[in-house]
Structures are given as C-alpha cells and as structure tokens.
C-alpha cells in the first residue's frame, strides 16, 4: 500500500506560481509513475501530468505545456509540480495519484493523494 500526500496549494493571483508537493510512503513495483490531476468545480477530473521514477520520463496535458514542470527526488520520495504563469481555468483540486504508467495515463491508478486546492484570482 503506497499513502500520498499532497501540499503546496493556495491562493493566488493570475501570472503567479505555485509549487505543488507530493511526498509517497514507499515505491512499489505498482506505483512506478506518479501523476498529477486536477478536478474543477462541476468539471470531471482531468490527466494534468506524469513522471516515472525511475527513468523520469514525462508527459503533459496540452492545456499546461511550457507553463507546469513534473519534477521528483527520488531520495525524498517526493514529486514536485511547479506551476508557472497560473491562469484562472487553473483553479481546481489537485490530486497526485501513483501507479502503472499506463494505468496512470488512463486516469486509473490506484492510489490517491486526497488532494490540495489551488485557486487562481483573476
């Protein structure tokens, strides 16, 4: 069983950044991506990115490209998500999530941070 918590959320104004934390109890064999996802109010949740511990590949959504970097430490067991020029269609819940990368690329991981909120003023 592999426990996620997230912190770093908070309030903030539209251009500004923030820096997410996710820090897993352990790494397992089936918890070897962590991903990060976001859910908007009346919004179904939505994939935002995913890195693997072990060879750091990535990937992104589209709508946060050039402007969210996936990041770990591997030491630490602790993945960062440092968001940069913020928007107000940032604003949401974000959860980390660790699993398969596949399973994480589907959105089905199966394990859960319970989530941050990061909320962008315009």
């Known amino acids: 069983q592999v426990q996620l918590v997230e912190s770093g959320g908070g309030l903030v104004q539209a251009g500004d950044s923030l820096r997410l934390s996710c820090k897993a109890s352990?790494?397992?064999?089936?918890?070897?991506?962590v991903g990060w996802f976001r859910q908007a109010p009346g919004k179904a949740r939505e994939f935002v990115t995913v890195i693997s511990w072990g060879g750091a590949a990535t990937k992104y959504a589209d709508s946060v490209k050039g402007r969210f970097t996936i990041s770990r430490d591997s030491a630490e067991n602790t993945v960062y998500l440092q968001m940069n020029n913020l928007k107000p269609e940032d604003t949401a819940v974000y959860y980390c999530?660790?699993?398969?990368?596949?399973?994480?690329?589907?959105?089905?991981?199966?394990?859960w941070g319970q989530g941050t909120q990061v909320t962008i003023s315009s």
């Open positions: 999530a660790a699993g398969p990368w596949s399973l994480v690329l589907l959105s089905k991981p199966p394990y």
């Open positions: 352990a790494r397992t064999d089936d918890s070897a991506a």
